[in-house]
């Protein structure tokens, strides 16, 4: 049973510049939810896709976009980049509509984006 | 909104036992989640409450005290593997968000 997988695990990138990350959510899964984890910090809600479309977004500026496939796969666009941008970007997959113990989030192990 | 609140850091002794306190405010509670983050890596669930009381799983308990937006996590027989982050997260029924504390960093000494 395939977990989450994000890609790339690390990248750097210069000030300006844009980045995509992706995602492939748990077997089973629909849901796809990303956030960004500063050193020492807690993950930060970015935004969650269910069914293509963009269902709930946090605290962040339009410069961070996503998508989600038919498939189910997603993906985290940041243009304009800034330093502050640097951090670990995770994504988490659930199934929508369960509740309890199971509906928890499954985490891929990151992309950790370096912003010089 | 939803503010949640944990130690930043705590140290224990392996063998030992360890709480860990997490206060919420949330006007769409619908469940608490803790997780554990060993340093790069990704986070990984450990319980989960939506009723009071206290759930139990091995060395790990959870209790929840919805009226008092309280929740704590208990480590017994530490081990030297369970030096991580500790993070607790509220999902809110009004949006189906689940959203974070900054984390209780766990140092376990030998």
């Known amino acids: 049973d395939a977990g989450v997988t994000q890609s790339p695990t690390h990248l750097i990138k210069t000030r300006g510049q844009q980045v995509t990350l992706r995602c492939s959510p748990k077997?089973?899964?629909?849901?796809v939810s990303w956030y960004q984890q500063a050193l020492g910090q807690g993950p930060q809600f970015i935004f969650q896709y269910y069914e293509e479309e963009e269902r709930q977004r946090g605290n962040f500026p339009d410069r961070f976009s996503g998508h989600q496939f038919p498939n189910y796969s997603s993906e985290l666009n940041v243009n304009a980049l800034l330093l502050g941008d640097s951090a670990l970007y995770l994504c988490?997959?659930?199934?929508?509509?369960?509740?309890?113990?199971?509906?928890?989030?499954?985490f891929g192990e990151g992309s950790r984006l370096t912003v010089l | 909104g939803q503010n949640i609140d944990q130690p930043t850091e705590m140290t224990a002794t392996e063998g030992a036992i360890v709480q860990i306190n997490c206060t919420y405010q949330t006007s769409g509670f619908n469940g608490l989640f803790w997780y554990q983050q060993h340093a790069g890596e990704a986070p990984t669930f450990l319980s989960y409450?939506?009723?009071?009381g206290l759930e139990e799983k091995g060395r790990f308990s959870s209790f929840l005290s919805r009226s008092k937006g309280y929740s704590y996590l208990l480590l017994k027989e530490l081990q030297m593997k369970d030096s991580a982050s500790y993070l607790c997260a509220v999902r809110d029924w009004r949006d189906d968000k689940i959203i974070f504390g900054k984390g209780t960093r766990l140092h376990i000494l030998p």
């Open positions: 988490a997959s659930s199934l929508a509509g369960t509740r309890g113990p199971t509906g928890e989030l499954f």
């Open positions: 077997s089973g899964h629909d849901t």
């Open positions: 409450n939506v009723l009071d």
